[in-house]
């Protein structure tokens, strides 16, 4: 199976959403809250986080010559809210922009074949637009 490069352009196009929102947002937008526990600062701490996840998933995948995703309990979002909600929101906001940047290059140079088990493992492994622009969509509703 070849998978179709457009998921190169659609992670693109989501960092760049990233990075215009994030540039637009005030100090007092994103302390703005999303949700019950969450603020539009700790929606990007969120992204970060799972975008580094999945560079750490990349770099063991490629070194491993097999997907290599251990398992990570969803839990992970409610143990590390103290953490994110501690940052300062401009740092999470550019620690979402610099992490996704970071995984569009690594994938979009990644081995094809390695690309094609991590996509058939999971497509969000591969498609990073899925989640971040779940978030992304909370953030703009509000």
């Known amino acids: ?65 097999k997907v290599s995703a251990p398992p990570i309990d969803m839990s992970v979002n409610d143990l590390l809210l103290p953490f994110w909600a501690a940052m300062l929101p401009r740092q999470a906001a550019q620690l ?3 992490s996704a940047e970071a995984v569009d290059a690594r994938l979009a140079g990644f081995p094809p074949g390695l690309l094609e088990e991590l996509y058939a493992a ?6 990073r637009a899925l989640h971040r622009d779940v978030h992304l969509d909370e953030i703009e509703a509000g």
């Open 1 to 65: 199976m070849t998978i179709d490069s457009a998921f190169i352009e659609r992670n693109r196009t989501s960092t760049e959403r990233i990075r215009s929102l994030a540039a637009r947002l005030t100090d007092d937008d994103l302390r703005r809250p999303v949700g019950e526990h969450w603020t539009v600062a700790i929606a990007l701490a969120h992204i970060a986080f799972w975008e580094r996840r999945v560079l750490a998933v990349l770099g063991a995948t490629e070194r491993e010559g």
């Open 96 to 98: 979402a922009i610099d």
């Open 122 to 127: 999971g497509s969000r492994w591969v498609v």
